[in-house]
């Protein structure tokens, strides 16, 4: 009886080790200054409230006292829909080299996000979760040469992602009415 325990839970070990993901590609330092100030969302694997967004800016501010401000504007549904926003605080993971931030939505829940890669102009991103359940590809342009494009979804594949959820956000600029700033 005692062997049979052993056994199963010896697999049972087993099968939770396969399951663990590899970790997150991350940047060997991240400028949180360079990094900072508008991004368009130009694909993602979404979240719910987001899954329908068109014209996405992530904003992001470094404050006085460290913590990052976040401003993620969109249209939903259409390029003439309100403007949406949602204002979540940041603030970045000690030891990460600044590329793992806790997103704060609402009080006390944290989320995972992570910069899983930036170029070295800082022209182009992926931010990216742990559980491979959520990602974004943003670029300081609204579009992005296809080449570039596929390029950026086979490096998200690589990171263990379904792409059969991935998405292109819709991106039309100009819009056809002002955007005020992302922070007062």
Not at 123 to 136: E, H, Q
Request: aromatic share 12%.
């Amino acid at each position: 009886m005692l062997r049979m325990a052993i056994i199963s839970l010896s697999v049972a070990a087993l099968c939770a080790c396969a399951s663990v993901k590899p970790a997150l590609p991350a940047p060997a330092s991240l400028d949180l200054q360079r990094f900072m100030g508008d991004w368009y969302v130009i694909g993602f694997i979404p979240l719910l409230p987001e899954r329908n967004a068109h014209n996405g800016i992530e904003s992001y501010r470094l404050t006085k006292a460290g913590e990052i401000e976040v401003a993620y504007r969109f249209r939903n549904g259409s390029f003439s829909a309100p403007l949406k926003t949602y204002r979540p605080s940041a603030t970045v993971v000690k030891n990460t080299a600044n590329s793992q931030w806790k997103m704060q939505f609402l009080w006390p829940f944290n989320a995972d996000y992570r910069v899983a890669y930036v170029s070295e102009d800082y022209s182009v991103t992926i931010v990216a979760r742990a559980a491979r359940d959520y990602v974004w590809l943003m670029a300081r342009n609204p579009t992005m040469p296809e080449a570039q494009y596929q390029a950026m979804l086979a490096r998200i594949a690589a990171m263990g992602y379904d792409m059969a959820a991935f998405k292109r956000q819709p991106q039309q600029w100009p819009e056809a009415g002002l955007r005020p700033p992302a922070f007062p």
